[in-house]
């Protein structure tokens, strides 16, 4: 079976509203996060993308929406990568989880939302996994202060 | 009078200079370090240890991996906000006498981290005693911080029983 090129399989892709590119051999993907979950079904059912590389996201601070979530997929099958790239509001900054299709995908989000305060529905364990337990705030935001410290042990006189 | 009772004998006071000056050298070569390691200086320390540099000629190479039973806490590398309860509680199970390095720039001040994670400096939670900055600091450097300890401690005094006890 021939392996289907970034080109090839960005036209698989394409479709239902998703805006796709190429770029430097990856795959792009943005849609809407009310899309994301089918999509993701279709891109490891159908196209054979197998491995879930990277949960994390990039906070705009001018633009509303203000987060970029963004995940990469890799297909062992067909040595390709994918980039999937939605929009939330800092009001209300949800997406779907893929933690029941990924095993990889919990501690990932965990860290996405250690970092950038994105809930992930169905992650019902966001527990902070990197940063400790009464950490307030969002450390990788833009508006964290830059020098903003929170110690656990008091510091000596 | 009074003076003259408060103030010990002269003969005491030249044996308790040197029985201080006696528990300072021998304290100074039974070094027993614990390698409170947490980062890419473990690798200067482990070369520091070994064979080419050998710490070992210092009295200071026999590393304990308990805190209980050692006397120098080597802390090696960068300690963040979430690692310092830990740190704070190694040193607080370390029997006296005890005495700090903080080896490398990290432990002595953060170094380039001044984020949300980094502590900046182990002394903010711990009394430190020599200070051995670089990134990695060389074996030299090193050698010199164990020596400059070494010195301090001859020269302090030696109480059987101290405040803290």
């Known amino acids: ?157 | 009078m009074n003076a003259n009772l408060k103030r010990p004998a002269p003969a005491l006071e030249y044996l308790t200079t040197k029985k201080d000056e006696l528990v300072g050298w021998a304290r100074k070569f039974s070094l027993f370090p614990y390698p409170f390691v947490t980062a890419c200086c473990a690798m200067e320390f482990m070369s520091v240890s070994s064979t080419l540099y050998d710490t070992d000629r210092f009295g200071a190479a026999l590393p304990r991996f308990t805190p209980r039973q050692s006397d120098l806490l080597m802390v090696v590398g960068t300690v963040t906000h979430k690692q310092a309860p830990i740190l704070r509680k190694v040193y607080d199970q370390m029997c006296e006498p005890k005495w700090v390095i903080a080896f490398g720039v990290c432990a002595t001040s953060g170094g380039f981290y001044q984020n949300y994670a980094a502590l900046p400096g182990i002394d903010k939670i711990i009394p430190v005693d020599v200070y051995i900055p670089g990134c990695p600091p060389r074996p030299e450097m090193v050698i010199d911080g164990i020596m400059q300890l070494q010195d301090k401690i001859a020269r302090s005094k030696h109480p059987i029983v101290n405040d803290r006890f």
């Open chain 1, 1 to 157: 079976m021939a392996r289907p090129d970034a080109e090839t399989m960005r036209e698989q892709v394409a479709g239902d509203g998703r805006e796709t590119t190429v770029s430097h051999g990856t795959v792009v993907v943005e849609l809407t996060p009310a899309a994301f979950l089918a999509t993701a079904q279709e891109l490891k059912s159908r196209h054979g993308f197998d491995l879930l590389l990277d949960v994390t996201a990039v906070d705009w601070p001018e633009r509303e929406p203000r987060f970029d979530v963004v995940w990469h997929f890799y297909s062992t099958r067909h040595f390709l990568r994918v980039r999937v790239r939605t929009r939330v509001s800092a009001a209300d900054p949800v997406v779907d989880s893929l933690s029941a299709m990924y095993g990889s995908a919990g501690f990932m989000e965990r860290e996405c939302h250690d970092m950038y305060g994105i809930r992930f529905r169905g992650n019902d364990d966001l527990r902070p996994i990197l940063l400790y337990e009464g950490f307030e705030g969002h450390p990788l935001r833009k508006d964290y202060p830059k020098r903003r410290e929170q110690p656990l042990v008091p510091y000596r006189k």
